[in-house]
């Protein structure tokens, strides 16, 4: 397409050569905020774009597919799904059964997908094997929510909301070393959970980011479990018996932490404080009750699915969300690992999962 040539001599032709097209554009918009147009004009495009509010609106039918609900924080996701649905009366929910296997978890979702729900939230048991079949929900017209276990391509889906591994090991290694900052020498243990996952990696990798923060403390020992109540009993008592005496131990995950309190209170150790991960409700009451080792968890926020139902609800009624600037929802959304204690506990108990 042929160039219209700019005014040899104007300021904008000027403004053009040394800083390229876009400072045009910014300068015309600057020329417009700084007019003496009313205020109402200027006011009109804050109140422009259509956000998300509590009142009915379009009808929307959102698909929603996840993994069988074989864990605390796993069942936790479809109770925050199905519980947020509900709260909208514009809003008809979809919901699977949920299944590890992903042969299976792809054909829910093109069952979802056939059925031409409006909307997809998608949790996948597995991001990558999952991804066709996001891709296969966008060319359709459907937009998709992928909920925490991303898929390979950002083609896939139209927006991601999930929990932050790394800020949970970051979080959790900072809480430990402010608690041991006086303390010379200190040593820490840490209790991962399946060591084959990006997920464990990255909360291992969080932890030792924010431990070298504290040059009086020392890692000496990490054992990986496998998230349950069984595989956390047993690491932990080989930590135990490997260890004779350290400071904290940092556990990844609340499920395997019940059977790592287990192990601790059959070896009679009370010479260490103990955070964990994720946020079950059994561990928060711990922290209340104050009678264990257990002084702190950190969240992985299973409300995480509730949100994503609200992003599906504004998507399919074509609205941004309420306190931005923006027509649109993000394309992302990392949740904030936030540290439980005592002191705050009572604002976070109604999140904890069973």
């Known amino acids: 397409m042929p160039k219209t040539p700019l005014p040899k001599n104007s300021a904008t032709s000027r403004r053009a050569l040394l800083f390229g097209t876009a400072a045009v ?17 200027a006011q009109a495009a804050d109140n422009a774009a259509p956000v998300a509010d509590d009142k009915p609106g379009k009808k929307v039918t ?23 649905a509900k709260k909208y009366s514009d809003v008809t929910l979809e919901i699977t059964e949920g299944s590890n296997d992903t042969a299976q978890q792809i054909g829910q979702v093109q069952t979802l997908i056939n059925k031409k729900v409006d909307v997809l939230v998608i949790l996948p048991a597995d991001g990558k094997a999952l991804t066709q079949v996001g891709l296969q929900a966008m060319r359709a017209g459907i937009p998709v929510v992928n909920l925490d276990r991303v898929f390979a391509s950002p083609q896939a889906y139209r927006c991601w909301i999930g929990g932050d591994n790394y800020g949970m090991g970051l979080n959790a290694g900072h809480y430990i070393g402010e608690q041991l900052k006086g303390k010379k020498n200190a040593k820490v243990v840490e209790l991962a959970g399946l ?36 595989s956390g009993q047993a690491k932990m008592a080989q930590l135990l018996q490997a260890q004779s005496s350290f400071d904290a131990l940092w556990n990844h995950d609340d499920d395997q932490g019940v059977g790592a309190l287990r192990a601790i209170d059959q070896a009679g150790r009370d010479d260490f404080l103990m955070v964990g991960g ?9 922290i209340k009750a104050g009678n264990s080792v257990l002084k702190a968890t950190v ?10 139902i609200d992003l599906a609800r504004a998507l399919g009624q074509g609205k941004g969300i309420g306190g931005l600037a923006e027509f649109e929802i993000p394309s992302s959304l990392t949740l904030y690992s936030a540290v439980v204690t005592k002191d705050n506990v009572d604002q976070y108990l109604p999140t904890g999962f069973i």
């Open 299 to 308: 969240l992985y926020p299973p409300t995480m699915a509730a949100s994503a």
């Open 25 to 41: 554009s910014a300068g015309a918009v600057l020329t417009a905020c700084t007019s003496n147009e009313p205020k109402e004009q």
């Open 62 to 84: 959102i698909g929603f597919a996840g993994p069988q609900a074989d864990h605390g924080w796993l069942n936790a996701i479809n109770s925050n799904a199905k519980s947020r």
């Open 195 to 230: 060591d084959n996952l990006e997920l464990t990696q990255q909360r291992t990798k969080g932890f030792d980011d924010a431990l070298k923060n504290y040059p009086n403390i020392r890692k000496v020992a990490r054992q990986a479990a496998d998230f349950t109540v069984e």
């Open 278 to 286: 994720a946020g079950a409700k059994s561990a928060m009451d711990a």
